[in-house]
């Protein structure tokens, strides 16, 4: 049986199992019921190795032992086995979770806040900053951030940039509005697609066109910033860059200067 290459590894990934595992497996959906020998035959998986495998199998839930000798195996309905991964996704992810939460009554977690708050009151100032490269990476800091927000938030970005965060900014403009905090974004908006994406976050933000200035940052609270330093229009995803400033004094002052170009600004 020929099985492609590239099959194979979405398999592989999809389900989270070897090689041989997904070789048997597939071996014995496309046969049914099938003993151990035939399998290994079929997929060219070592015979010394086939039984390893089938049992593992067996134990994940891909496959089932048929009842009587010799020996045999049959397949699952793949409807099955889906539900029975996330099952046993979710239920890994819930425990998770939960002793994530208990971490939080335990004293360990108490010494890490001990160990922060002692190791940030020794922090000299210019070190409260950090570089990212990567837009999922720089998306994901921003997203952090969003949620953190307690009084204010600003966002200036490209054309661009404004319809690829399009969802990100409708959830987080969500939450923010219902805390009542305000956020204010300003962005060149002239294409249809941006004019849609403005239109959809005049309900959680205020939204204003700025032609002549492609500056790329968001401003928190008037105390922290990402600055994206590179040209949206010439970057690559994977190498955009982004400076992260955790600075009243830095943020307030450009906070500031925003401020006055916005109240000039058209809104939309």
């Not at 070789?23 to 290994?40: F, M, N, Q, R, Y």
Request: charged content about 30%.
């Amino acid at each position: 049986m020929i099985v492609k290459d590239e099959f194979i590894k979405k398999l592989r990934s999809a389900f989270d199992l070897n090689i041989y595992e997904v070789k048997i497996w597939t071996a014995l959906l496309s046969k049914g019921v099938a003993a151990a020998g035939e399998l290994s035959d079929m997929s060219n998986v070592p015979r010394s190795r086939s039984y390893d495998v089938l049992e593992s199998l067996e134990k994940k839930g891909f496959i089932m032992v048929k009842l009587g000798k010799p020996i045999k195996y049959m397949a699952i309905r793949p409807e099955n086995i889906v539900k029975r991964v996330k099952d046993r996704i979710k239920e890994k992810v819930d425990e998770k979770i939960k002793n994530l939460e208990n971490v939080r009554t335990t004293e360990t977690y108490d010494e890490l806040q001990t160990l922060y708050t002692q190791g940030i009151a020794n922090v000299d100032v210019n070190d409260l900053s950090g570089a990212m490269r990567g837009r999922n990476n720089i998306y994901s800091q921003l997203s952090v951030m969003l949620n953190k927000a307690k009084d204010s938030v600003i966002i200036m970005t490209t054309e661009k940039g404004l319809v690829r965060k399009k969802d990100l900014l409708l959830s987080a403009g969500k939450k923010l509005k219902a805390k009542k905090i305000k956020m204010r974004i300003a962005a060149p908006i002239n294409s249809e697609a941006a004019k849609r994406v403005a239109e959809d976050l005049k309900n959680v933000a205020e939204v204003k066109n700025v032609d002549k200035i492609t500056a790329r940052f968001c401003l928190i609270d008037g105390k922290e910033m990402l600055f994206m330093v590179l040209d949206d229009d010439k970057v690559h995803e994977s190498y955009d860059t982004a400076i992260w400033v955790d600075s009243p004094f830095f943020t307030s002052a450009l906070e500031n200067m925003f401020n006055i170009s916005w109240n000039s600004l058209q809104k939309k």
